[in-house]
Structures are given as C-alpha cells and as structure tokens.
C-alpha cells in the first residue's frame, strides 16, 4: 500500500464516524440522510447487503482485472464518484480533492450543477474526463447556457437528472435552515464553533460558493430558477443540442428506460437518490433487476445508492449493473481524512472488489454476472 493509505480508517463506518466528528452537525446532517422517515435509506443498503454470490473454489484463476470500458474510454475500476451538491460547504476543496483523486486513478467524477467549484477547474483536475450532472433549468436560454459551459470545459457526459420533480422532505434541513444558499443562524454558528478545524480551514480555503451558478446572473437574484420535472420535450431537446453521450440518472422503473432509450439517450443510472426523495420507494438494487432483464444490451445500464464497500459493487455488478456511482462514501472520507480522502476511498474500494473478485474466481468485472446465486427482482 502507498502510504496514503490510512489503515485507520478501513471500513466506511469508521470513515463515517469520523467525518461526524469533523464537520457542523447540521452539515452531517444533510450529508448523512435520506428523507422522511429513512426508510428508502436503510432499504438500499440492506437489500444490497442480501445478495448473495457463488464461489467457485477448484477452478484455475488468474488476477482480477477490474477495468471497464464506458462510453469509449477504458476505466482503472467499475466505479465513479457520484454528483454531490454543496461539496465545498462539507468540507474545504471537496470537490477539486475529489477531482484530482478521480483523475489519478482513472474513474469518472461527475460535477453537480450546484457544486462550489467551476466546470472548467474540475475538468481541468479531473484530466479532461469529468462528466457533467444537469439539474433541468426552467429558462431555455440558462440551460443552453449550462451545456455550452460543459461542453466548452470538454465535458464527454451529460448526466441529466429525472428524480427530483419535487425536493425530497428532509426534516433536519428544514429545521436546520439547510437551503440553497445555506441559512446561518445562532444554531448552526454555535455547530460550526464546535468544529474548529472545519472553521479554521473555511477560512483559509475561502467561503465556498456555488461557482458554476455564480456566473448566472440567476444566482444574483438571490435564487436558483430551475424546473427540475422532467418529460420527453425536454429530454428531446436536450438530445438534439448536446453532441456527447447523455445519461438519465434517477430511473426507477421500466417505463422511464423505455422512454430513455426511445429518446436516444446513451445511459442510465438506476438510481434514488441515495434514498433522498421517494421514502416509500423501492431499494435501487430492487429496480435493476427487472430493468436488467428487460433491456440489457440495449443501453448502458449503471447503478448507484447504497453502495458502501467493495462487496457491494460486486453484488451490484453480479446483478447487471455495467457500472456503479458512489455518493457518501466519498464525502465521509474527504471529510474524515481531508486532501487524502478522495484516493483513500479508490483504492479501499478497489482492494476489497479484487480480494471478492478472486476468492470466487472472478477474473474479469463483466463476468461477476455468472456467481449471482439470485437477482433481487422479487
Ligand atoms: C449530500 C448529497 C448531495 C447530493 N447532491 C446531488 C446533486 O447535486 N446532483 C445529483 O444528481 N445527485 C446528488 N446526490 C445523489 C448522488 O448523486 C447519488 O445518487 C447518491 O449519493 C448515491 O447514494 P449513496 O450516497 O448511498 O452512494 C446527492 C447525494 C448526497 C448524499
């Protein structure tokens, strides 16, 4: 192992811990959940953690191999960094961290629209691969304007968000006046005390903004104007205008990939959100087995939400995924181990696939498929 490897924090709870104890509780807050009751929430990681993969033991194998083709280019391992909003706010640098992470070890991270750090660094950070998340916005012109921006920087993906029609009910945001911008009140001034280091390190780091808005005037406005249902005028439109691949991230169920495909959209990432907006929702890996059975081959077909280690790719992997995204994991260990954060988690990642990957003679990511003892499509 490099030595920024930190045999501290091994597992994501450790890392999870940490980064509680790092950062503002009303900033943990809106990192660590999900929404309403948290059901949604804990249904993703259980059911992840419920599927099962077959060994087999006598059978010659050589070394895993984890690099996946997506989308023309050749990735180290079958995971990305998923797009989070607010990144710099969780803790300084987070994205440009991630970036630089994401590009050294070659997977993709895909920038939010609200991120706190310009496209064109990002891109620049991320080597030129970064994908770019689109939340819909409600004027034509601002969303042309978006696209033009992603594609100046280089971005080769556009990953257009489809599950957001309403914002997810997140009690503790609401309370905590956890908002686009952020509310600081006596509370969360007195949170924000209580993390020095965090407080120390914003300072020197500079008050985070949403830098890619900021160059809207929207933003000076004082709110964002963005009209996030989504249907199939705009989806068609956003085709016609954007010459790289498109993904539609968010899709659970067989109808929207239906749609998806019918509008000529590259890829889809099987997704809820991390459990952030429909509690009585189904897990993620729950929706990807009918979606898989039904449309393998005919679009590239990713996942993300609830997955928290290396056996957990490989469970998704196994069950049809061509690719998974991670959203927390990544937060907890830039927060729990700042500028070393983003590389920890890779190559933690990447270790624990392997080791799964050779204890069941899996050589190659794409047959992981064939030791699925059973889909959770039932
Ligand atoms: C704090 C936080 C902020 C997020 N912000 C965005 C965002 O700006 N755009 C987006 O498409 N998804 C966003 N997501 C969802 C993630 O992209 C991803 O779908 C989710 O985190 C995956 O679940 P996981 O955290 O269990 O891995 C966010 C998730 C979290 C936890």
Same mark, same amino acid.
Request: proline share 5%; glycine share 8%; net charge positive.
């Given at each position: 192992?490099?030595?920024?490897?930190?045999?501290?924090?091994?597992?994501?709870?450790?890392?999870?811990?940490?980064?509680?104890?790092?950062?503002?509780?009303?900033?943990?807050?809106?990192?660590?959940?999900?929404?309403?009751?948290?059901?949604?929430?804990?249904?993703?990681?259980?059911?992840?953690?419920?599927?099962?993969?077959?060994?087999?033991?006598?059978?010659?194998?050589?070394?895993?191999?984890?690099?996946?083709?997506?989308?023309?280019?050749?990735?180290?391992?079958?995971?990305?960094?998923?797009?989070?909003?607010?990144?710099?706010?969780?803790?300084?640098?987070?994205? /440009? $961290?991630?970036? %630089?992470?994401?590009? &050294?070890?070659?997977?993709?991270?895909?920038? *939010?629209?609200?991120? +706190?750090? =310009?496209?064109?660094?990002?891109?620049?950070?991320?080597?030129?691969?970064?994908?770019?998340?689109?939340?819909?916005?409600?004027?034509?012109?601002?969303?042309?304007?978006?696209?033009?921006?992603?594609?100046?920087?280089?971005?080769?993906?556009?990953?257009?968000?489809?599950?957001?029609?309403?914002?997810?009910?997140?009690?503790?945001?609401?309370?905590?006046?956890?908002?686009?911008?952020?509310?600081?009140?006596?509370?969360?001034?007195?949170?924000?005390?209580?993390?020095?280091?965090?407080?120390?390190?914003?300072?020197?780091?500079?008050?985070?903004?949403?830098?890619?808005?900021?160059?809207?005037?929207?933003?000076?406005?004082?709110?964002?104007?963005?009209?996030?249902?989504?249907?199939?005028?705009?989806?068609? /439109? $956003?085709?016609? %205008?954007?010459?790289? &691949?498109?993904?539609?991230?968010?899709?659970? *169920?067989?109808?929207? +990939?239906? =749609?998806?495909?019918?509008?000529?959209?590259?890829?889809?990432?099987?997704?809820?959100?991390?459990?952030?907006?429909?509690?009585?929702?189904?897990?993620?890996?729950?929706?990807?087995?009918?979606?898989?059975?039904?449309?393998?081959?005919?679009?590239?077909?990713?996942?993300?939400?609830?997955?928290?280690?290396?056996?957990?790719?490989?469970?998704?992997?196994?069950?049809?995924?061509?690719?998974?995204?991670?959203?927390?994991?990544?937060?907890?260990?830039?927060?729990?181990?700042?500028?070393?954060?983003?590389?920890?988690?890779?190559?933690?990642?990447?270790?624990?696939?392997?080791?799964?990957?050779?204890?069941?003679?899996?050589?190659?990511?794409?047959?992981?498929?064939?030791?699925?003892?059973?889909?959770?499509?039932?």
């Amino acid at each position: 192992m490099k030595n920024s490897y930190k045999n501290d924090y091994l597992t994501t709870s450790e890392l999870r811990r940490r980064a509680k104890s790092k950062i503002p509780k009303f900033i943990f807050q809106y990192l660590d959940g999900g929404c309403n009751d948290n059901i949604n929430l804990a249904k993703n990681t259980k059911e992840i953690g419920d599927i099962e993969l077959k060994p087999f033991y006598i059978r010659e194998h050589k070394e895993a191999d984890l690099k996946t083709e997506l989308f023309g280019h050749v990735y180290d391992a079958p995971f990305g960094i998923a797009p989070m909003g607010l990144q710099g706010f969780m803790w300084p640098n987070a994205p /440009e $961290i991630l970036a %630089k992470a994401a590009a &050294k070890y070659n997977v993709p991270f895909v920038i *939010s629209t609200l991120t +706190t750090c =310009t496209v064109e660094r990002i891109n620049e950070l991320a080597g030129g691969r970064a994908w770019f998340q689109l939340y819909h916005p409600e004027k034509p012109d601002f969303r042309d304007k978006l696209l033009k921006k992603a594609e100046d920087a280089g971005c080769p993906v556009l990953v257009l968000v489809a599950d957001m029609p309403t914002k997810g009910y997140r009690p503790w945001d609401v309370r905590n006046g956890f908002d686009m911008p952020p509310e600081i009140s006596i509370r969360n001034i007195l949170q924000m005390m209580a993390r020095p280091k965090w407080v120390l390190k914003t300072i020197y780091h500079g008050r985070p903004t949403f830098a890619i808005m900021k160059s809207f005037e929207d933003e000076k406005e004082g709110r964002f104007y963005f009209d996030h249902k989504l249907d199939e005028r705009k989806i068609a /439109e $956003i085709r016609d %205008k954007w010459k790289g &691949k498109l993904v539609i991230k968010g899709i659970s *169920s067989e109808e929207d +990939t239906e =749609t998806a495909i019918k509008l000529g959209a590259d890829g889809i990432i099987v997704s809820n959100h991390g459990g952030r907006q429909l509690d009585p929702g189904q897990s993620s890996i729950a929706m990807l087995g009918p979606i898989v059975k039904k449309f393998e081959g005919k679009i590239k077909i990713m996942m993300d939400s609830g997955l928290r280690t290396g056996p957990d790719i490989a469970r998704s992997l196994a069950s049809g995924a061509e690719f998974t995204f991670l959203g927390r994991n990544f937060m907890y260990a830039v927060a729990a181990l700042g500028a070393y954060g983003g590389e920890h988690m890779i190559r933690s990642l990447e270790m624990q696939l392997k080791q799964v990957m050779e204890q069941i003679s899996c050589e190659q990511v794409g047959d992981l498929k064939n030791h699925l003892v059973k889909r959770a499509d039932c």
